[in-house]
């Protein structure tokens, strides 16, 4: 049974509330997957919308679907997305306005939604609008082992341990160093990560602008912004740098062994 609560201006709790009604204080039931005998094995909200998958890897839809570029679609109404090829998929990710999934049949990476940064891994077709969902080329020969996205950045991890990102690069997101010719501030194709190139990453996780990484040795890696310390970094030499984790920085604490480190909005 699926219950949501708070915010559900959007729709987004998939409630018959009126739309524009503020929020909901209580847990409250979401009939629609019991009424319909479907059984969601993952959940995945962004800025004002909600994505299901079912145990037998279907998308469903709700909220605030602006720039998820779903033709026809009443956004307050709750839809299924009949992807190509009748496409099953095993994993779900969201970030502000934009949709990543994995396939369950070739491990694929499939994006939809807003592009505006790149953050969908592909070109643009339309910068004020979004994409519809599409394979992205750049991972057509490589294993997709896990995807989570920030704000407007996505993170990829490939079977062979491997980390990619592209999209917003404001804040260091891509973790690169400095801002150059190649890396600037937004990023237009995923870019293999160097300074985690001779590691083995395992898990992967996205902040609003920062990520953490956890290799194989349960060590952890935090780059991004770090205005409000969010990766755990303290002291600086520059002042000026304080709000920026520029590369992957590992984090230890106290001689403790760390299981997992969840980044959040801030």
Same mark, same amino acid.
């Given at each position: 049974q699926i219950y949501g609560f708070g915010s559900n201006c959007f729709?987004?709790?998939?409630?018959?509330?009126?739309?524009?009604?503020?929020?909901?204080?209580?847990?409250?039931?979401?009939?629609?997957?019991?009424?319909?005998?479907?059984?969601?094995?993952?959940?995945?909200?962004?800025?004002?919308?909600?994505?299901f998958l079912t145990k037998s890897g279907d998308i469903y839809l709700f909220g605030?679907?602006?720039?998820?570029?779903?033709?026809g679609y009443n956004r307050?109404?709750?839809?299924?997305?009949?992807?190509?090829?009748?496409?099953?998929?095993?994993?779900?990710?969201?970030?502000?306005?934009? +949709?990543?999934?994995?396939?369950?049949?070739?491990?694929?990476?499939?994006?939809?939604?807003?592009?505006?940064?790149?953050?969908?891994?592909?070109?643009?077709?339309?910068?004020?609008?979004?994409?519809?969902?599409?394979i992205v080329s750049f991972f057509v020969d490589k294993i997709v082992k896990d995807v989570c996205c920030g704000s407007r950045h996505t993170m990829v991890l490939t079977d062979d341990g491997k980390v990619y990102i592209g999209g917003d690069n404001e804040y260091y997101q891509v973790g690169m160093g400095d801002h150059s010719a190649m890396i600037g501030k937004t990023v237009r194709e995923p870019q293999l990560n160097e300074y985690l190139k001779d590691e083995n990453i395992i898990d992967i996780k996205a902040g609003y602008y920062h990520n953490v990484v956890k290799t194989d040795n349960n060590e952890?890696? +935090?780059w991004g912004n770090n205005e409000d310390y969010e990766c755990l970094v303290f002291d600086f030499e520059d002042d000026?740098?304080?709000e920026y984790v520029k590369i992957p920085t590992q984090f230890t604490f106290e001689n403790k062994e760390i299981i997992a480190i969840y980044p959040g909005f801030y």
């Open positions: 729709k987004q709790l998939s409630l018959d509330d009126d739309i524009g009604s503020n929020k909901t204080e209580t847990f409250t039931k979401i009939d629609y997957f019991t009424s319909n005998k479907i059984t969601i094995s993952q959940i995945a909200c962004d800025f004002n919308s909600t994505t605030g679907y602006r720039s998820k570029n779903i033709d307050y109404e709750m839809r299924k997305l009949d992807l190509f090829d009748g496409t099953k998929i095993r994993k779900i990710a969201c970030g502000h306005n934009h +949709l990543c999934m994995i396939s369950a049949d070739n491990d694929t990476l499939i994006t939809a939604g807003s592009n505006s940064h790149y953050q969908c891994l592909r070109e643009q077709t339309r910068y004020y609008g979004s994409e519809e969902p599409a952890f890696y +935090l000026e740098d304080e």
